[in-house]
């Protein structure tokens, strides 16, 4: 099988990182809201580490799934849902920080709805959104290591509220973009969507 190609498994080394790292997040949660925060810093360190494993694994031995590319991306917002969630109990960000990110998700949800109801699949990630999420997976634990290591604080805090605040920024540019783009899809009929697709393909 080329390297590449995309295949149906199931039980492979990457998924099975997928699934440990989903399995954590509740206990990633209670973590910050009890305030083990080296604890949880442990956990993000890892979850961290096993994402960019899984991802080396699966292009360098040909074990691409379809589950995996749910699940990598799954595990990634649930990891910052959960870390933003706790660090907002904790009172450590504000809950209009929680309600700007998780509501750009809500819109993206939204918008697939309306492209499953026009026949379309989801729109394909764009580059800012990936650059949004590790801005974002980068801040928290940054803002982590200041509860942790409070002596750290006056470099940590600056840091990351620098990084959650451009994160946020591109969050939302990204979504203004899915915005545009669901509009200009739901607008072409599709056999002459489809149509243009195969004139591209050939």
Do not use: C
Not at 109 to 136: D, E, S
């Amino acid at each position: 099988m080329d390297k590449s190609e995309v295949s149906s498994r199931i039980l492979t080394i990457p998924n099975l990182l997928s699934f440990v790292r989903l399995a954590l997040v509740p206990f990633f949660l209670v973590l910050i809201i009890v305030r083990a925060d080296f604890a949880a810093l442990l956990v993000l360190v890892f979850s961290s580490i096993s994402d960019f494993l899984d991802g080396q694994i699966a292009r360098r031995f040909g074990q691409i799934t379809r589950l995996g590319q749910l699940l990598d991306p799954a595990a990634d917002r649930l990891f910052i849902f959960a870390a933003l969630i706790g660090l907002a109990v904790s009172d450590v960000i504000p809950w209009w920080l929680v309600v700007v990110v998780v509501g750009r998700d809500v819109l993206l949800l939204v918008l697939g709805i309306m492209l499953a109801n026009f026949g379309y699949g989801p729109l394909p990630v764009h580059r800012l959104g990936k650059m949004a999420t590790f801005a974002l997976f980068f801040a928290l634990p940054i803002l982590m290591i200041g509860e942790a290591f409070h002596e750290a604080a006056w470099l940590t805090n600056p840091l990351g509220w620098a990084f959650v605040a451009w994160g946020a920024f591109l969050y939302w540019w990204a979504g203004v973009i899915y915005i545009i783009e669901t509009a200009r899809v739901i607008r072409i009929p599709k056999g002459l969507r489809t149509a243009q697709s195969d004139t591209l393909d050939s």
